[in-house]
Antibody, heavy 120, light 109 residues
Framework: EVQLVESGGALVQPGGSLRLSCAAS????????MTWVRQAPGKGLEWVSA????????YYTDSVKGRFTVSRDNSKNTLYLQMNSLGAEDTALYYC?????????????WGQGTLVTVSS | EIVLTQSPGTLSLSPGERATLSCRAS???????LAWYQQKPGQAPRLLIY???SRATGIPDRFSGSGSGTDFTLTISRLEPEDFAVYYC??????????FGGGTKVEIK
């Protein structure tokens, strides 16, 4: 059974940093690209970042480029999102999601999310 | 960046009725790289449809997707009580950015 479990969300002050983790199980982690999607309170879904299965390629939405870094540890089956210079606009529930197949970017499994709140 | 516009924003229907949700793209979605997700309150999104018309594993056949180019539709043939939720379309053409539509809420009339 595929499971994705996010952690690391917290209340953080503007300008602060946070690292999110997503522990994966139930599939061959290194075979799949992984993605972070966020959802601000009461709002829709926003794609944030993705990383290839072999850890070679990374992608970001414009609003987080230079502030967020996605990474993965395939030996630990874990995905990460390092978030720096956080602002109120980054307040959201952050989901990790598994890309369904090689070369495609739709998501067949999602975690339950971890909440990031940026506030003073 | 491909912008996806979903309509209507809210659809008020009764159980047993047919729901038709629209997703319009600002430019052609090549290879029909369009997916639909369902999200219930307090839950993560669930994949319903990919490739515009292929049902994901375990999705009932009352859900169907259609369309091509810039116009796509998700149809729920007969609404069950558990189908009242928010639905999002998503395009995954080429490299990121990946984009989602703003969502359609299907509520009980």
């Amino acid at each position: 059974e595929v499971q994705l479990v996010e952690s690391g969300g917290a209340l953080v002050q503007p300008g602060g940093s946070l690292r999110l983790s997503c522990a994966a199980s139930g599939f061959i982690f290194t075979n799949y690209a992984m993605t972070w999607v966020r959802q601000a309170p009461g709002k829709g879904l926003e794609w944030v970042s993705a990383i290839s299965g072999d850890d070679v390629s990374t992608y970001y939405t414009d609003s987080v480029k230079g502030r967020f870094t996605v990474s993965r540890d395939n030996s630990k089956n874990t995905l990460y999102l390092q978030m720096n210079s956080l602002g109120a606009e980054d307040t959201a529930l952050y989901y990790c999601a598994k890309n369904a197949a090689s070369g495609t970017a739709f998501y067949d499994y999602w975690g339950q999310g971890t909440l990031v709140t940026v506030s003073s | 960046e491909i912008v996806l516009t979903q309509s209507p924003g809210t659809l008020s229907l009764s159980p047993g009725e047919r729901a038709t949700l629209s997703c319009r793209a600002s430019q052609s979605v090549s290879r029909n790289y369009l997916a639909w997700y369902q999200q219930k309150p307090g839950q993560a999104p669930r994949l319903l449809i990919y490739g515009a018309s292929s049902r994901a594993t375990g999705i009932p056949d009352r859900f169907s997707g259609s369309g091509s180019g810039t116009d796509f539709t998700l149809t729920i043939s007969r609404l069950e009580p558990e189908d009242f939720a928010v639905y999002y379309c998503q395009q995954y053409v080429g490299s990121p950015p990946i984009t989602f539509g703003g969502g359609t809420k299907v509520e009980i009339k």
